[in-house]
């Protein structure tokens, strides 16, 4: 519990730190889910999203709708969960490597680090991909509902990454559905893909860290 709550208050401070004080245009909100996904599995990510926005719509309150933006940061952990389990190995981070034979060389044991590090890129960015479709659809859908309560005009954070998109495809007549959709799939290709490494990135760490001082702690029993 206390893994997720950490995660989701590190999501809003990634997120307000990109947005309110280096002006980034990303949000980076879900990294922490992405990270207590592959590092304590789907309940811990599921819940880590889910409290990311409920306490940040609980702490800046803009209206109960906007709370179903919480089923877009689950929706992160329950795909990245289904890729853990359709890619297993290159998504592994408890550090389980294949044994290779002593008669192999070092250089083939080179090549082999080589194609599982290129192996968990491709599945990554696969996975980023994923996520900016899924995000896209379901923030779009939720955007919708939301001005069904709110007049855009009162939305806060008007001046929203995809602002410039919504623009561009408003001018073309095409329907709200299809606008917020659309107006998030560039911003969400880039924002996911950071999010997608450096989530993996921080969970490998923290399990590298942990078998670190398992190491050290039966070292210390044993002496």
């Not at 590190?10 to 992405?34: E, K």
């Not at 090549?111 to 779009?140: E, T, Y």
């Not at 996911?192 to 590298?208: D, E, I, Q, T, V």
């Amino acid at each position: 519990m206390v893994v997720a709550i950490a995660g989701a208050l590190l999501n809003m401070l990634i997120y307000h730190l990109l947005r309110n004080r280096l002006g980034i245009p990303l949000f980076l909100d879900t990294a922490m889910t992405m990270t207590v996904t592959f590092y304590g599995g789907v309940f811990w990510g599921v819940l880590t999203g889910a409290l990311t926005n409920l306490i940040q719509q609980s702490v800046f309150f803009y209206g109960w709708p906007y709370y179903l933006y919480a089923l877009c940061n689950m929706a992160v952990a329950l795909v990245t969960a289904l890729f853990i389990r359709w890619f297993p190995q290159e998504l592994c981070v408890g550090g389980t490597e294949k044994t290779l034979p002593k008669s192999q060389r070092q250089s083939q044991r080179q090549s082999l680090w080589f194609q599982d590090l290129m192996g968990r890129a491709i599945v990554l960015v696969l996975l980023s991909f994923a996520l900016c479709l899924a995000i896209s659809v379901l923030g779009g859908l939720c955007a919708v509902i939301i001005y069904r309560f709110n007049s855009p005009s009162l939305v806060p954070d008007s001046v929203s990454p995809e602002q410039n998109f919504r623009f561009a495809l408003m001018r073309r007549n095409l329907s709200s559905v299809l606008v917020e959709i659309g107006s998030r799939i560039p911003v969400n290709l880039l924002d996911r893909l950071f999010s997608s490494f450096a989530g993996y990135g921080l969970a490998a760490l923290l399990a590298w860290g942990e078998r670190k001082a398992g190491k050290r702690t039966r070292r210390t029993t044993n002496s």
